[in-house]
């Protein structure tokens, strides 16, 4: 199984950008894949997440309304549209598999997890 995480790059405050998360090597369809970040000197923390076979999300309240998870099941693929970044979103970001269940918002249960991507929001 492999999570090829991509779209990482420096942008001012204000911009938008869009990572990639590439998914391959087994099905996800009973699977939730999330997006993590983790800031220097922080924790990694959980940004959203989305099921992949009903399209369920989920959101920390820090990326509502400006933020935005979807899948390409073509593409086997999940993007993070991040809007309206802010300093405070410069962070490696990663995302990783699981099972949907009601802990999806959790680091806990997640089995595969892909390399970061370096988002660097500058103000």
């Known amino acids: 199984v492999q999570l090829q995480a991509s779209g990482g790059g420096l942008v001012q405050a204000g911009d938008s950008l869009r990572l990639s998360c590439a998914a391959s090597?087994?099905?996800?369809?009973?699977?939730?894949i999330g997006w993590f970040r983790q800031a220097p000197g922080k924790e990694r923390e959980f940004v959203a997440a989305?099921?992949?076979?009903?399209?369920?999300?989920n959101y920390a309240d820090s990326v509502k309304g400006r933020f935005a998870i979807s899948r390409d099941n073509a593409k086997n693929t999940v993007y993070l549209q991040m809007n309206s970044l802010k300093p405070e979103d410069t962070a490696d970001y990663y995302c990783?598999?699981?099972?949907?269940?009601?802990?999806?918002?959790?680091?806990?249960?997640?089995?595969?997890w892909g390399q970061g991507t370096q988002v660097t929001v500058s103000s």
């Open positions: 990783a598999a699981r099972k949907w269940g009601e802990t999806i918002a959790t680091m806990a249960g997640y089995e595969y």
């Open positions: 090597g087994r099905s996800f369809s009973s699977y939730g």
């Open positions: 989305i099921r992949w076979g009903g399209g369920n999300t």
